[in-house]
Nanobody
Framework: QVQLLESGGGSVQPGGSLRLSCAVS????????MAWFRQAPGKEREGVAV??????????YYANSVKGRFTISQDYAKNTVYLQANGLKPEDTGMYYC????????????????????WGLGTQVTVSS
């Protein structure tokens, strides 16, 4: 059973940076697809970034709202996925969740929650002055 544990959230001022981590356990290899989602109070959970871990070079995809500011990466030796969030804005505030799928293929550009089987409990990111 894949287990995901997020860490690295916190409170920062606008323009600041955070590095979120998602440690994968209970599975010998990194799941095929690893993604980050976020959910602000009163809003639906939305996809932020996803990567197909089977390609060593990686094939990340980002939501338009974070493109150019966030970077998803993976460390195979540590079985960990990261989300480097730079240039944070107040609208980036929310609970950030790590998600994983072992499906052979998902339409990952859609960043749909239904495509991901495994979820972490989340880490809170707050951006305010």
């Amino acid at each position: 059973q894949v287990q995901l544990l997020e860490s690295g959230g916190g409170s920062v001022q606008p323009g600041g940076s955070l590095r979120l981590s998602c440690a994968v356990s209970g599975y010998r290899y990194m799941p095929n697809y690893m993604a980050w989602f976020r959910q602000a109070p009163g809003k639906e959970r939305e996809g932020v970034a996803v990567v197909d871990t089977r390609t060593r070079v990686g094939s990340p995809y980002y939501a338009n709202s974070v493109k150019g500011r966030f970077t998803i990466s993976q460390d195979y030796a540590k079985n960990t996925v990261y989300l480097q969030a730079n240039g944070l804005k107040p609208e980036d505030t929310g609970m950030y969740y790590c998600a994983a799928s072992n499906s052979a293929w998902v339409h990952f550009e859609l960043l749909r929650t239904v495509d991901y089987t495994y979820w972490g409990l989340g880490t809170q990111v707050t951006v305010s002055s």
